[in-house]
């Protein structure tokens, strides 16, 4: 897991806050990332490949079977579309886990300093009563993790 806490650290502010540390794994968000991005890659190398024979083969070739065949491939129902799409696609689902690790990471960074406020303001006595300081916390929090959602998902 990357950024964390020992059990128990900061059992005080999340029993005050009412709310946990969240425990998202960024780190795993972005090797899965990383192999959706190393499949797209190969992906990418195949459909080249693919497209190279195809090109070889109408090159040196005569007949109706290889003139259906280079059509068929290119059609945009044929291979070369389809492995285009799944490339597409692969690509998209790989910035989507990037985007995510990245989004619990700023939950957990915000969540931190949050915390942080609130042990200070218990500490001072802030001349904040316990629920109100509770709620505002709870809201920042909340607020926050929308913010940061919005941010990464506009």
Do not use: W
């Not at 992906?43 to 070739?61: I, M, P, Y």
């Not at 809201?139 to 913010?147: E, F, G, K, S, V």
């Amino acid at each position: 897991m990357g950024l964390g806490l020992p059990e128990g650290q900061l059992a005080a502010i999340e029993a005050f806050l009412g709310c946990v540390f969240p425990d998202g794994d960024e780190n795993a968000c972005m090797e899965l990332g990383k192999a959706h991005d190393l499949q797209a890659g190969r992906l990418r190398e195949l459909l080249a490949d693919g497209d190279g024979h195809v090109k070889a083969l109408a090159a040196s070739s005569r007949g109706e079977g290889v003139t259906a065949f280079t059509e068929d491939f290119s059609h945009p129902e044929g291979a070369s579309n389809n492995l285009t799409d799944a490339t597409t696609g692969v690509r998209a689902a790989a910035l989507g886990l990037h985007a995510g690790a990245l989004l619990v990471l700023a939950h957990k960074a915000f969540t931190l300093y949050y915390y942080a406020l609130a042990a200070a303001a218990l500490v001072s006595g802030g001349g904040m009563a316990a629920p109100a300081a509770q709620r505002t916390f709870r809201l920042a929090i909340d607020r926050m993790t929308n913010t940061a959602a919005n941010a990464v998902l506009a």
